[in-house]
């Protein structure tokens, strides 16, 4: 991509559906649907809406539904928010510090592997079940 | 055949004579009083010494295999060394006997008192101690695999490098007691009382950051309820199931890589670092946790409520959560919580 990406800056609003091939950077706030390769997303930017991403690395704002390969995330997941990814990050806040990240009512659903809800015998190993590109069984 | 009858001993007890090393199979001789004789490398096998007053008297290397020997007063006997495979010590009273390297494999010892004895080396796999006051025991080295051990009091007890794997201690008092290098693998240690228990491998004291408690690897623990004090540490690579656990505020509890806590709920104030598994039961399985860190190959599945101030949450990469996120009630029940992770417009 030549280091190009789509910037929405600070003061900037926008509404509906984005797709790009570029990487996104939000400063402003984006409501709707998005697509796109990577999604950054500033402490001052907020991001409401279904969003398919391969990475997602946010500081600001979210709610809606996030699905990504990759998320790191801080500063603060709205209700009602769900977030699938194969992997996810959060870095623990000092325990004096201010929080890393602030959630609200949300769902987590992380990694490839599907976990079982019964675990019978600790010498019992289960093999995890297939699962498709999307992670899903 | 034996040596000697019961009148032959009565009569050789009474002249001074010796009886060590007689053949004494199926001696019959309950309520005898025999306080002090020695019986040293005497075969007993199969005798019959019920309620027998045997205080002070010296069974060294003796056989007792079988003997019946219920309701006997053995206190402060030397039973060092002798084999007493089978015998039935039910209320037997072997208060300060001395039991170092005896054989009391599947032995009947329920409600019988071994207070202050010593059993270092003994062989006690698959024994009968139900109910037994064991406290203040010396039973470090000893075999106590598949024992049932339960509701018996181990009060200061020395279990140290002792053999627990597999026995029944459901409700045991262990009190005080010493599980340095215990193997415990298998255990049941459902309600038991491990309060000021000192062990590295089960639980152990560390100055003044209180008490730190380790759960070992391969121990099961099932439909247990347990609280852990403010300021305490706890640490599980065993299973847990089926169990619930309260926490003082600044708990440090970490469920181990080895660690599997399923069907479990936690409650408190605590700090919780999953290596292992956590699986909840009933939602929420985790509620009002200060700090909750899932690590890279640890998982989660489970509702988490947070508290009112939230929780500090950490997520390693190569953690797995199926995980929901809760908001705890408010406290006063009147105005929007401040944070800011409010309701989505």
């Known amino acids: ?137 | 055949m034996a040596d000697l009858t019961a009148d032959a001993v009565l009569r050789k007890i009474k002249t001074g004579e010796k009886v060590e090393r007689a053949d004494l199979r199926g001696l019959a001789m309950p309520k005898a009083l025999l306080e002090g004789v020695s019986f040293r490398r005497c075969d007993l096998d199969g005798a019959n010494l019920e309620g027998a007053r045997l205080a002070k008297a010296l069974f060294n290397n003796a056989s007792l295999r079988e003997a019946f020997l219920a309701g006997a007063d053995m206190r402060e006997a030397n039973l060092d060394g002798a084999d007493l495979e089978g015998a039935n010590l039910q209320g037997a009273i072997l208060v300060g006997a001395n039991l170092n390297r005896a054989n009391l494999e599947g032995a009947n010892l329920q409600g019988a008192d071994l207070s202050g004895a010593r059993l270092t080396h003994t062989q006690l796999v698959a024994a009968k101690l139900g109910g037994a006051n064991l406290t203040g025991a010396n039973l470090s080295r000893a075999d106590l695999s598949e024992a049932d051990l339960s509701t018996a009091k181990l009060i200061d007890a020395n279990l140290e490098s002792a053999d627990l794997s597999g026995a029944n201690l459901e409700e045991a008092n262990l009190l005080n007691a010493n599980l340095r290098d215990a193997r415990t693998q298998g255990a049941n240690l459902k309600n038991a009382n491990l309060t000021g228990a000192d062990a590295p491998g089960l639980v152990k004291k560390e100055g003044t950051e209180g008490l730190k408690r380790y759960f070992g690897k391969g121990d099961v623990l099932r439909n247990a309820h347990l609280e852990f004090d403010s300021g305490a540490s706890v640490e599980i690579e065993s299973l847990f199931e089926q169990c619930t656990i309260a926490l003082g505020e600044g708990t440090e509890f970490v469920v181990g890589k080895s660690g599997t806590l399923s069907g479990c709920q936690i409650r408190g104030a605590g700090r919780i670092t999953i290596h292992g598994k956590f699986v909840e039961k009933e939602s929420p399985g985790i509620t009002g946790a200060t700090q909750l860190v899932v690590t890279s190959g640890g998982s989660l599945i489970g509702a988490v409520e947070q508290p009112a101030d939230y929780t500090r949450f950490g997520f390693e990469p190569g953690c797995i959560l199926r995980m929901k996120i809760q908001q705890g009630k408010k406290k006063d029940g009147g105005a929007e919580r401040s944070g800011k992770a409010g309701r989505q417009r």
Request: aromatic share 2%.
């Open chain 1, 1 to 137: 991509m030549n280091g190009r990406k789509t910037l929405v800056e600070e003061g900037t609003q926008f509404k509906g559906s984005m797709t790009s091939d570029c990487p996104i950077e939000v400063k402003g706030r984006i409501e709707g649907d998005l697509s796109a390769p990577s999604l950054q997303v500033s402490p001052s930017g907020a991001v409401h809406g279904k969003v398919k991403v391969g990475a997602i690395q946010s500081q600001g704002e979210l709610a809606g539904e996030f699905d990504a390969d990759t998320v790191q995330l801080s500063g603060t997941v709205k209700d009602n928010t769900v977030i699938r990814a194969k992997s996810l990050e959060v870095k623990l806040a000092p325990a004096n510090g201010k929080m890393q990240v602030i959630f609200g009512e949300c769902q987590l659903e992380v990694g490839n592997e599907q976990p079982t809800k019964e675990i019978a015998k600790p010498a019992s190993v289960r093999p995890p079940e297939p699962v498709d590109a999307n992670g899903t069984p």
